[in-house]
C-alpha cells in the first residue's frame, strides 16, 4: 500500500533531484529526531530546517535527501547533523515544477530501495504470469 508509494515516490525524486536547478540556502534548525523502530528499538534521524528562495518567493526545506533515513544507531545521525551546522550556507536542489519540494544531496538512492522495486516488479510479474496462464496450469 503506502510503502509501496513511498518507495517509487522516493525513488522517483532521487533521480530527478539530479537535474533539479540549485539555489543558495541557510540551515535554521538541526537536531536529532528519535523515533520507536518496529522491533521496539530507537531509531535516530537527522532532522533539519533550512530556508531559500526561488523567484523571489521564500522557501522552507527539511528533506536532506530521498529517501529520508533513519539508524539504529544515533552515529548516523550526528555524522550527518556535522555537515549541517546551523547558520551555514547550503546548496539547495529544487525541483522546477514545485519549488517547494527540494533536498539537499540529490540522487540518494540506496540498494535496499533498489532492491524494493526490483522485488515489486518481479511480484508484478509473476502475478501477471499466473493471471495470463491460469488455465494453462490447471
Known amino acids: 500500500g503506502r510503502g509501496v508509494y513511498w518507495v517509487v515516490t522516493d ?4 533521480h530527478q533531484s539530479v537535474r533539479w536547478p ?3 540556502g541557510k540551515v535554521m534548525s538541526a537536531h536529532i529526531g528519535k523515533s520507536f523502530g518496529g522491533r521496539g528499538g530507537s531509531e535516530f534521524s537527522p532532522e533539519i530546517a533550512y530556508a531559500y528562495s526561488v523567484r523571489g518567493r521564500d522557501y522552507t526545506g527539511n528533506v536532506i535527501g530521498f529517501p529520508p533515513r533513519r539508524s539504529g544507531c ?4 550526528e555524522e550527518k547533523l556535522a555537515a549541517y551546522p546551523v547558520d551555514s ?3 539547495v536542489h529544487y525541483d522546477p515544477g514545485n519549488p517547494a ?3 539537499l544531496e540529490p540522487g ?5 530501495f533498489i532492491l524494493m522495486i526490483g522485488s515489486v516488479s518481479a ?3 509473476w502475478l ?3 493471471i495470463l496462464f491460469k488455465g494453462d496450469l490447471v
Request: with cysteine; charged share 5%.
Open 11 to 14: 525513488t522517483i525524486y532521487a
Open 22 to 24: 540549485v539555489t543558495a
Open 74 to 77: 544515533v552515529g548516523y545521525a
Open 89 to 91: 550556507s547550503v546548496t
Open 101 to 103: 519540494r527540494s533536498c
Open 108 to 112: 540518494n538512492v540506496s540498494f535496499f
Open 123 to 125: 511480484f508484478l510479474l
Open 128 to 130: 501477471g504470469f499466473l
